[in-house]
């Protein structure tokens, strides 16, 4: 406002202007002051007489602008007079002082929080909540949102029904930007059931055709969230998401930049809920006159509207921008073009003949990008357009980025048997092998590989050079390790050389750069925040990480009892489910092995195909499931046996010794965290980088007497990655007992690692509970407690650890449970979402319990009376399972039954064959009749299941596998 | 909230800054003038710029920038709507929202951003409120000001500023009471060669201008509003009213106002006013070329139709062009490649033959080239 000059000197006469009438003049003073204070503190005292009189003018505009500016002024000294005036002003008769005056809260709490709470100024502000006047309300609002911010931790802003019915009527009367502080504030809240989210719903949804669009925005987030509440088949639920999206379109007619923020967000909302803007496609076609930004965006929304409804149209527009001027912009459409094929099948064929018109161009940046999503076209439909290699090879000259010649070479290895003179092609990459990229050199040596197994006798001399140069001349590991790999596969055995390297493929899925769903729930809390628009949790990019809290989506059926904070929802996604998901060795292998693409499928770091996540995660549950079945694993050092005796198993016998000598190698060394968080922070590191390691890893498994002399660190690194699969097989306990599962790895707990299983013993049930403190300090003050479950399971006593966990000591606990707790259905009926508090924080796990478990001791019912209820029970609410492979008689299975509390009612034989008629009890008094026919000489039984719930059906089933086979 | 606002100019100088909060300094705009370097074009600017200890977000209005500057995690729409907000209300009150005018009134506008935002929250941004608070510049008030030394600066609190009716001013008195209403719409089509439509799509809005003395209760309904796809209203629209029966009633703001915005959309039938028919040819192995255009109304409409305005903007590899329209006036801008003929009746066609001297690389892009119509309908 100076144009630079410093005017401080000034100060004293300013000051003395300050008691002027004239409004205009006292503004000005004012600005003045705010400006210059700091740099003047011990003039600026002289203002402070001023303020307070101010602050007692009869005009509320001159009460409110002395309160205003006196919370600009940034000098510690000032702070302390303006408590008295605050106080006042907080209660002033006039709403427009008082909602000045909250403001100022939070201005004065930016400067000395202290301060501010030992004044009490913070109950103040939440008593304006309830204040009459609806602007008053936003800005207390905005105040305590401002001030919690800072605070993450302490509960300010209390939602309650009562409050929030407050902030709803304050929404429909107050300004826009209240409505914008009062809709975000809503957001933050977890209503108690689907009935009062929908009633908040109801109240929120005439926000969505405000005039400004912050609001909409803001309406939007609270109506995405509460709506994971509602339960799909409502009516309503239907009406909402036909009300989301009008609103939506039309923020795409405002300003650019508005269009912007929007779109990030529509993106998000269509990965979210497809369905919303599934009929709205037009709208994302690009306008000539979009800014590139603009344009971008739309183009990503558009592939994931793709379907087969509209795909004809999308690749008409795709291909329109491929001849538009804007280099990025084109490369995107031709990188669209590639994700609609794989996306919509039909569209393959077309999408091809269209990249292939695109080469004709032979502009130069169009054939790159072609060539590399026809890279990705080939992995989702292999043998379906190998024709139009030729075309692509009369390109080779002029690709010049290194992802394109990736994409190429890979192709070129890919199809070497269809290729006459790829030997030739390759060749002339591998002259300027030094000079390439380190992706461009890892394909290069791959799909030398590839063709040598494929023409053996012409590409010796290739094959030599390529594994030389990447293993003698190359300083970097990945591609020194591959090239060891490849050369020690190729001498020892080149037929598992080819069955490694040439293996069938993983088709890869078209949610290539879908957001990883947990993130994405996140997400969708944000919509309309910074982090909407980065695409990250503010986790990753808030400054220092303060004020930043885990929010998440509400669970759809009503949360537990959790009104505390909407912190305690995120028990998500069970770990235990993971391990369902293991497929057989010999398929992951092969599978792990062949994900040699090279350069990752495209762009964003987070990114991953499901293919890739599948695998990654598998090993982590691999992991869990390998720690589960060690009986006390205590600390570090004694990881290393299970494995040892686990993998023999599954690799068969010859392999062996082989193995055990590597895992002898390991024997002294303790860096378990090191080589379990390993696979994790892989996935970051992008999809090459995971394949070089696992590709490495293969062999060392497949061939252990090859070895890897001089680096044993390697080898034992890896190894336990690929020992995934073998979840619970060998090292049980014993028949009769479960083995632990480990429920809370150590690095989700900070340290604390938590193992359990359930029992039920004389007729209490007990969920047995190994706690493992992994971390390096004491912990202390362990409580646990449960969230809502299907039958009512609670913890009959408090979690008792009688000493403090000192770092690497384990502890057993037995711990009781009672099924008097609170019931709400969960999904699966049979998952438990457990909390365990700590000195160091609280942690949140969830996990399955067998349902045995919940057999009564008086579950034999009168043969009269199951006679009457079989026939009573509905058809529709049989079901028939298959028990297989048990080759226990008649009497066994039904003495063995019967000790897991399912008693047999009669037995008859009918032609043949055994029939058990057995019933069964849970605890919350539901009968189970089951109908067991067991044919003598055949291990296989089958299991009709009769019940009023038919839902427990199959967890019942599942009980009676377990015992059977245990 | 919103920390900062820094004004530039294209030439990148900042010539206003406000701090709500503590001072931020200057430089941050540095991250700000990199990546309006690496975007080229003025309009590509991204909004959101993310810096090591500041977010920048910035709009782009009649040739400036406003750029704010925040810290924590703020809804960026919140902060972009503002923005506009404070380059709306510059226009309204100097008529223009230029660096001239804004460094000619620099007082107003730091009494004015200071009145709109507190602590980074908004306060006041309705102008009929901002306008009790601090009245706009007029030769006339000035020239009194002087004699009387009384100042610009109103010294009550408005009066609409706590009522459930914010947006209104009590006590407003006219001799003559009116109301206007401009229907705007604009569509968005695409027309094939042969002249018909593939993609068409409305966006309308209704400007009010409402001049009414006390508090008028006014409603206003629509012949089908089933046509309107989806609206965005005024804060003064009793949305319930729509709900239900379809009418809008509200109490209106004194002046100049928007009163809903509304789209209709290609599923609808949406009929445009005129037909236009084109053409364009390259002649062989030279850089040059022919565009034709004929634009003329629809028979059928029984509208007549007024002051057809015609912008074409050329590629940028179009370096001149000759143009002969049938009737009317017309301009070729060499350095925005637009070429605008203005025709006062009927129908016109235009033959423009332009000479390219691009590669035929470029070419081969195709000449992707839009145009503008304007007109007005009775």
Known sequence: MTVGKDVSALFPDVVNCMQTDNLELKKLVYLYLMNYAKSQPDMAIMAVNTFVKDCEDPNPLIRALAVRTMGCIRVDKITEYLCEPLRKCLKDED???????????????????????????????????SDSNPMVVANAVAALSEIAESHPSSNLLDLNPQSINKLLTALNECTEWGQIFILDCLANYTPKDDREAQSICERVTPRLSHANSAVVLSAVKVLMKFMEMLSKDLDYYGTLLKKLAPPLVTLLSAEPELQYVALRNINLIVQKRPEVLKHEMKVFFVKYNDPIYVKLEKLDIMIRLASQANIAQVLAELKEYATEVDVDFVRKAVRAIGRCAIKVEQSAERCVSTLLDLIQTKVNYVVQEAIVVIKDIFRKYPNKYESVIATLCENLDSLDEPEARAAMIWIVGEYAE???????????????????????????LTAIVKLFLKKPTETQELVQQVLSLATQDSDNPDLRDRGYIYWRLLSTDPVAAKEVVLAEKPLISEETDLIEPTLLDELICYIGTLASVYHKPPSAFVEGGRGVVHKSLPPRTASSESTESPETAPAGAPPGEQLDAVPTQGDLLGDLLNLDLGPPVS???????????????LLGGGLDSLMGDEPEGIGAPSFVAPPAAAVPANLGAPMGSGLSDLFDLTSGVGTLSGSYVAPKARLRSGFGHTEASLSRAAPAVGHPEAGTPGRPGRVLLLIPRLTWSSPGGPGRCGPSESPLQVWLPAMKAKGLEISGTFTRQAGTISMDLQLTNKALQVMTDFAIQFNRNSFGLAPAAPLQVHAPLSPTQTVEISLPLSTAGSVMKTEPLNSLQVAVKNNIDVFYFSTLYPLHILFVEDGKMDRQMFLATWKDIPNENEAQFQIRDCPLNAEAVSSRLQSSNIFTVARRNVEGQDMLYQSLKLTNGIWVLAELRIQPGNPSFTLSLKCRAPEVSQHVYQAYETILKN | ????????????DIFLEKHWKSVVSQSVCDYFFEAQEKAADVENVPPVISTPHHYLISIYRDKLFFVSVIQTEVPPL??????????????????????????????????????????????ATESNILKELIKPPTILRSVVNSITGSSNVGDTLPTGQLSNIPWRRAGVKYTNNEAYFDVVEEIDAIIDKSGSTVFAEIQGVIDACIKLSGMPDLSLS?????????????????????????????????????????????????????????????????????????????????????????????????????????QGSYTFDPVTKVQS???????????????????????????????KLKLLTT
């Open chain 1, 95 to 129: 709403p427009y002082v008082r909602k000045t005056a909250a403001v100022c809260v939070a201005k004065l709490h930016d400067i000395n929080a202290q301060l501010v709470e030992d004044q009490g100024f913070l109950d103040t502000l939440k008593d304006l909540i």
């Open chain 1, 418 to 444: 269809r290729i006459d003179n790829a030997d030739e092609l390759l060749e002339s990459f591998l002259e300027g092998f030094h000079d390439e990229s380190t992706q461009v050199q890892l394909q290069l």
């Open chain 1, 603 to 617: 762009g964003p770091p987070l990114a991953a195909s499901a293919v890739q996540m599948g695998a990654v995660d």
């Open chain 2, 1 to 12: 909230m919103i920390h900062s606002l820094f004004l530039i100019n294209c030439s990148g």
């Open chain 2, 78 to 123: 919140f902060v972009i709507e503002f923005l506009h907000r404070v380059a709306d209300t510059f226009q309204d009150y100097f008529g223009e929202c230029s660096e001239a005018a804004i460094k000619d009134n620099v007082v107003i506008v730091y009494e004015l951003l200071e009145e709109m935002l507190d602590n980074g929250f908004p306060l």
């Open chain 2, 222 to 326: 629509f012949m089908n509003p089933r046509l309107l796809d989806d609206v965005s209203f005024h804060p003064c629209i009793r949305f319930k009213r729509w709900e239900s029966e379809r009418v809008l009633s509200f109490i209106p703001p004194d002046g100049n106002f928007r009163l809903i915005s509304y789209r209709v959309s290609s599923q609808n039938l949406v009929a445009i006013p005129v037909y236009v028919k084109h053409s364009i040819s390259f002649k062989e192995n030279s850089s040059c070329g022919r565009f034709d255009i004929t634009i003329g109304p629809k028979q059928n409409m029984g509208k007549t139709i007024e002051g057809i305005t015609v912008t074409v903007h050329m590629p940028k590899v179009v370096l001149n062009m000759n143009l002969t329209p049938t």
């Open chain 2, 341 to 371: 003929p203005k025709i006062r009746s009927e129908q016109v066609f235009l033959q423009s033959s332009f000479c390219d001297l691009g590669t035929w690389e470029d070419r081969g892009k195709g000449l992707i080239s839009w145009l």
